[in-house]
């Protein structure tokens, strides 16, 4: 049972350029969380989604950054315009169904973009 | 927002000591998770806490829920060298979208 699975590993892009970020969750999870890590601090929420939904975007910047989880494929974290500020690791994580009583999610390996 | 308060940020230890960390909160949380991560690496679970007052061990890891539903705490007993990393701890909300809150982590370095 293959886990989170995200690419690229690395990611090397020029300011003004698009990043694109893939994750595929586990098998039988249904729901996909993005988050974004800067070198020495913790893991920072940007957005949760489901099967073409997004559930909660509240950690989203207003700007550059989108995501996507399509019927069928990845989710994608698309940053348009990138700038050096976006340089960090990105971490996909996937669940089943939130539920009040809780709920088990496991992270991918992550995606560390690098803009020059 | 929510916010977790993790401690110690970072502490350097004896192999073979035994290590404790907290993780604390103005809110009260459905379930907490604990994660070690390595370098260049995503998080791996460690364990999860789904009742306050409940007690989880795995192998020399034991976490315990708070009965307050506001902390948790994480120890690791007879330290090794692969215990290094950063240690996070995770809580659930308990209302809107039950989404997770990340600790800061803490860094824990192991002294042959």
């Known amino acids: 049972n293959a886990g989170v699975m995200q690419n690229p590993r690395h990611l090397v892009r020029r300011r003004g350029q698009e990043a694109r970020l893939r994750c595929s969750p586990m098998?039988?999870?249904?729901?996909v969380y993005w988050y974004r890590q800067l070198p020495e601090e913790g893991l920072k929420f940007m957005v949760y989604?489901?099967?073409?939904?997004?559930?909660?975007e509240s950690g989203m910047p207003k700007e550059r950054f989108s995501a996507e989880f399509p019927k069928e494929g990845p989710s994608i974290l698309r940053i348009q315009q990138v700038v050096r500020g976006d340089s960090a690791a990105y971490f996909c994580?996937?669940?089943?169904?939130?539920?009040?009583?809780?709920?088990?999610?496991?992270f991918g390996p992550g995606t560390r973009l690098t803009v020059l | 927002g929510q916010q977790l308060n993790q401690s110690p940020q970072s502490m350097f230890i004896q192999e073979g000591e035994d290590v404790s960390m907290n993780c604390t909160s103005s809110?009260?949380?459905?379930?907490w998770l604990w994660y070690k991560q390595d370098p260049g690496e995503g998080p791996v679970l460690l364990i999860a806490?789904?009742?306050?007052?409940e007690l989880t061990s795995n192998g020399r890891l034991t976490a315990q829920f708070g009965i307050t539903r506001k902390d948790s705490f994480l120890n690791i007993s007879a330290s090794i060298p692969s215990d290094v990393g950063i240690y996070f701890c995770?809580?659930?909300?308990?209302?809107?979208?039950?989404?997770?809150?990340f600790g800061t982590g803490t860094r824990l370095k192991v002294l042959a």
């Open positions: 994580a996937s669940s089943p169904p939130l539920r009040p009583d809780g709920n088990e999610q496991f």
């Open positions: 098998k039988g999870h249904s729901h």
């Open positions: 989604l489901q099967k073409e939904n997004i559930i909660d």
């Open positions: 809110s009260i949380f459905n379930t």
């Open positions: 806490l789904y009742k306050a007052g």
């Open positions: 995770a809580g659930q909300t308990t209302s809107g979208t039950y989404k997770y809150i």
